[in-house]
């Protein structure tokens, strides 16, 4: 198998990168890394393309590694044949490689492996050749034998008929074939298992849909209904197309042994082959339809994480509860825990100006200017409370309202009890809800991302494909991002490059024994941490103030010399670019000439065109470049509140296959269906939203019955 040349042909990429791809990551070398610090040799193909590639080359090593397997195991038995080699080797898919090596697999005892030990496969090869003049009742009558239990003719034909039915349902072409007819003309019925029983899925009681019409989340659901008892699916394929497909290449005359090799063909059709490939094709299916899935969720996670950070607010953290009372907890622009509390504005208790009052004084010994309010249980209500007190507060302060998806989670786990040894779970939970207002990324990593919830139907999904996707994800935002190594925490560090949880937390016990690192160079003291890693991990990690001003840059190590050699060639020092005084550099090397330039700096003009965008931002974050999070700071509207045709804005929460779910205000999101997200057609909606989209909307329906609100982007004329 010509694995480069399948990767070159699928990402439409030229051999020479799909080469030096493989050989990157051969060679140990983290997708971050290539993607950034390796673009000549792979033409600058994004993350994404390189992690999908990486992906891909497993897959296909492991359908080699099987193939051998098969091909090994088929030669033990002397049975292997330049066909079937020729065949392995066109497989293109494990199910292609399976059906070659069915008919050659240890199978438990079947009708038609006790129909060979009594001696019946002669007959059944005299019945396949269907020679008109052969009597099937009169050759039968040969091998009737009581001591091998064929009391009959009748018993012996049976037998022959069974061991034609494995052979037939066996061969691979006719299960292609039949998994072809399913997968292309097929329909999916779905019914009630009990009618009367409502339930979330009776949209499915009376469906059915020609399978390659059948959208994501409608095989999700029905997938799910069927697991939970609310749903039985069958699949159809017309009347007795399948038995044709069965009975056609064997089939050879209408004699009375080519009808007997008839009855075979559609006994094996509808015992053996059709209820195989059903599950085969609803698997697919299914398969499909997560890896759609949980690229979204991938998305959804990477929008999520790329928000842009409140920098330098001081933040009030709020976790609302009812019996308990709502934790307090208030972060620094740092993030470092200044206070804690707890109120009780909401019921039972309904302590709103004692609450008020403490609120008002944290605000004002703190100089809080931001609320951050989990949308747990007393959401709405602690809202309330928020919302009004704000008028009557000292200075400007706005709130929001964050998904605290996973933060019990973490406050209860082992990370939150290292991090925050002297608070109980319930004010842990209160800083991580302030925290996520401050920067969404570097306390989002902390949370296992399935955790999270921006996505359909993931605890469906298969978890490893799940988890692998999710923290890939997850490494390459950090990357993106970049970290201070002299504040970042642990987890955040364990998602940078070349850098694994020990040798995270490696890097924080040694920063707390040695003071704050100044330089990159310090990291290869760092147990655990070798030239390898440090290969990988440093130009990712940010020293600002540090004694060498690229160590507060996504300039690699490697290439300081070239970045110094730059400056000093258009009168520049490093203070200059340590100070952002760089805004003329752009425009000498345009006029210098890219190419030439970077022949005389000996790197490639994509490390040179990153090195400049690096020289001209020191420190910079990418996600300073999206629109801030809206923040609310008049009063809360409730469901009863909203009537059709009414303009908000609101925030993009959640993205499905079928619409997204915007936060406008009201405890419940609205939902904008596809089509009435953009005026021109689109085949998802991530093709022109994303998580976090501050968009405006008109209310088209309320149901608050079952608090349900439908939105429209398309404004009605």
């Known amino acids: 198998m010509d694995i480069i040349g399948i990767l070159t042909e699928e990402f439409s990429v030229r051999r020479e990168q799909a080469e030096n791809v493989v050989a990157l990551l051969d060679d140990g070398k983290t997708v971050p890394f290539i993607a950034r610090y390796r673009k000549e040799m792979h033409g600058a193909l994004d993350d994404q393309t390189i992690r999908r590639m990486a992906l891909r080359l497993q897959a296909l090593r492991n359908l080699e590694e099987r193939k051998e397997q098969v091909r090994a195991a088929i030669e033990a038995k002397g049975a292997l044949t330049e066909e079937i080699s020729a065949a392995l080797d066109a497989a293109m898919t494990m199910v292609e490689v399976e059906d070659l090596y069915r008919p050659y697999k240890e199978k438990r005892r079947t009708r038609g492996s006790i129909a060979r030990e009594r001696g019946l496969a002669p007959l059944a090869e005299l019945l396949l050749a269907q020679s008109p003049d052969a009597d099937p009742e009169a050759e039968a009558a040969a091998y009737v034998s009581e001591e091998k239990e064929v009391p009959d003719a009748a018993a012996a034909l049976q037998g022959a008929m069974d061991i034609l039915a494995e052979q037939i349902a066996d061969d691979a072409q006719i299960r292609t074939s039949l998994r072809d007819l399913y997968q292309r003309f097929g329909t999916l019925v779905c019914t009630a298992a009990d009618p009367e029983q409502d339930s979330v899925y009776r949209n499915y009681y009376a469906f059915e849909s020609l399978m390659p019409r059948l959208q994501g989340h409608q095989i999700l659901a029905i997938h799910r209904g069927e697991k939970e008892g609310f749903l039985k699916v069958a699949v159809t394929a017309g009347?007795?197309?399948?038995?044709?497909?069965?009975?056609?290449?064997?089939?050879?005359?209408?004699?009375?042994?080519?009808?007997?090799?008839?009855?075979?063909?559609?006994?094996?059709?509808?015992?053996?082959?059709?209820?195989?490939?059903?599950?085969?094709?609803?698997?697919?299916?299914?398969?499909?339809?997560?890896?759609?899935?949980?690229?979204?969720?991938?998305?959804?996670?990477?929008?999520?994480?790329?928000?842009?950070?409140?920098?330098?607010?001081?933040?009030?953290?709020?976790?609302?509860?009812?019996?308990?009372?709502?934790?307090?907890?208030?972060?620094?622009?740092?993030?470092?825990?200044?206070?804690?509390?707890?109120?009780?504005?909401?019921?039972?208790?309904?302590?709103?100006?004692?609450?008020?009052?403490?609120?008002?004084?944290?605000?004002?010994?703190?100089?809080?200017?931001?609320?951050?309010?989990?949308?747990?249980?007393?959401?709405?209500?602690?809202?309330?409370?928020?919302?009004?007190?704000?008028?009557?507060?000292?200075?400007?302060?706005?709130?929001?309202?964050?998904?605290?998806?996973?933060?019990?989670?973490?406050?209860?786990?082992?990370?939150?009890?290292?991090?925050?040894?002297?608070?109980?779970?319930?004010?842990?939970?209160?800083?991580?809800?302030?925290?996520?207002?401050?920067?969404?990324?570097?306390?989002?990593?902390?949370?296992?991302?399935?955790?999270?919830?921006?996505?359909?139907?993931?605890?469906?999904?298969?978890?490893?494909?799940?988890?692998?996707?999710?923290?890939?994800?997850?490494?390459?935002?950090?990357?993106?991002?970049?970290?201070?190594?002299?504040?970042?925490?642990?987890?955040?560090?364990?998602?940078?490059?070349?850098?694994?949880?020990?040798?995270?937390?490696?890097?924080?016990?040694?920063?707390?024994?040695?003071?704050?690192?100044?330089?990159?160079?310090?990291?290869?003291?760092?147990?655990?941490?070798?030239?390898?890693?440090?290969?990988?991990?440093?130009?990712?990690?940010?020293?600002?103030?540090?004694?060498?001003?690229?160590?507060?840059?996504?300039?690699?190590?490697?290439?300081?010399?070239?970045?110094?050699?730059?400056?000093?060639?258009?009168?520049?020092?490093?203070?200059?670019?340590?100070?952002?005084?760089?805004?003329g550099l752009e425009a000498q090397v345009k006029k210098t000439g890219r190419s030439a330039l970077a022949a005389e700096l000996q790197i490639g003009t994509y490390t040179l065109d990153d090195m400049v965008a690096e020289l001209r931002k020191p420190g910079r974050d990418p996600r300073d470049l999206l629109p801030p999070p809206l923040l609310r700071s008049g009063s809360v509207m409730e469901i009863t509140d909203l009537k059709p045709g009414m303009e908000l804005t609101g925030t993009v929460r959640n993205i499905v296959d079928f619409g997204c779910f915007v936060d406008i205000g009201v405890h419940e999101d609205g939902l904008v269906h596809i089509s009435r997200i953009c005026d021109r057609y689109i085949r998802h909606p991530l093709e022109a939203v994303k998580v976090g989209d501050v968009v405006k909307v008109w209310v088209l329906d309320v149901d608050p019955a079952r608090k349900r609100i439908s939105l429209t982007m398309r404004k009605e004329h």
Do not use: W
């Not at 009808?259 to 195989?276: H, T």
């Not at 955040?492 to 003071?515: F, M, P, T």
């Open 239 to 583: 009347e007795g197309l399948a038995e044709q497909r069965c009975t056609r290449p064997y089939v050879k005359n209408d004699s009375p042994c080519g009808e007997l090799v008839r009855q075979a063909a559609c006994d094996a059709a509808k015992r053996l082959i059709i209820p195989s490939v059903h599950r085969e094709v609803r698997s697919a299916l299914f398969d499909d339809a997560c890896a759609k899935a949980i690229r979204v969720f991938a998305s959804n996670l990477s929008q999520l994480l790329m928000q842009p950070p409140l920098r330098s607010t001081v933040t009030l953290g709020l976790d609302p509860a009812y019996r308990t009372g709502c934790k307090l907890a208030v972060v620094d622009g740092t993030g470092k825990v200044l206070d804690t509390g707890v109120i009780y504005p909401t019921p039972p208790h309904n302590k709103t100006e004692e609450a008020a009052k403490k609120v008002r004084a944290m605000v004002e010994r703190y100089g809080i200017t931001a609320i951050s309010i989990g949308n747990g249980t007393a959401s709405r209500e602690s809202e309330n409370f928020i919302a009004e007190l704000l008028p009557t507060l000292p200075h400007k302060v706005s709130y929001m309202v964050v998904s605290e998806a996973g933060a019990s989670v973490y406050s209860a786990s082992e990370l939150a009890a290292e991090e925050f040894p002297e608070y109980d779970v319930a004010l842990r939970s209160a800083v991580s809800i302030a925290r996520r207002l401050q920067d969404p990324l570097a306390e989002l990593v902390k949370i296992d991302p399935k955790a999270i919830g921006v996505g359909q139907y993931q605890h469906d999904m298969p978890k490893a494909d799940l988890q692998t996707a999710l923290d890939g994800v997850v490494e390459t935002c950090v990357n993106a991002v970049g970290v201070d190594v002299n504040t970042a925490s642990a987890p955040l560090l364990s998602h940078i490059a070349g850098i694994s949880a020990a040798v995270a937390k490696n890097i924080v016990k040694y920063r707390e024994e040695n003071g704050a690192f100044s330089d990159r160079r310090q990291l290869l003291k760092v147990p655990k941490l070798g030239p390898k890693a440090y290969e990988q991990c440093a130009g990712f990690l940010r020293i600002p103030g540090g004694k060498q001003p690229l160590d507060n840059t996504g300039v690699h190590p490697e290439s300081y010399p070239a970045a110094e050699m730059l400056l000093k060639t258009f009168g520049y020092s490093l203070q200059d670019a340590a100070a952002g005084k760089l805004d």
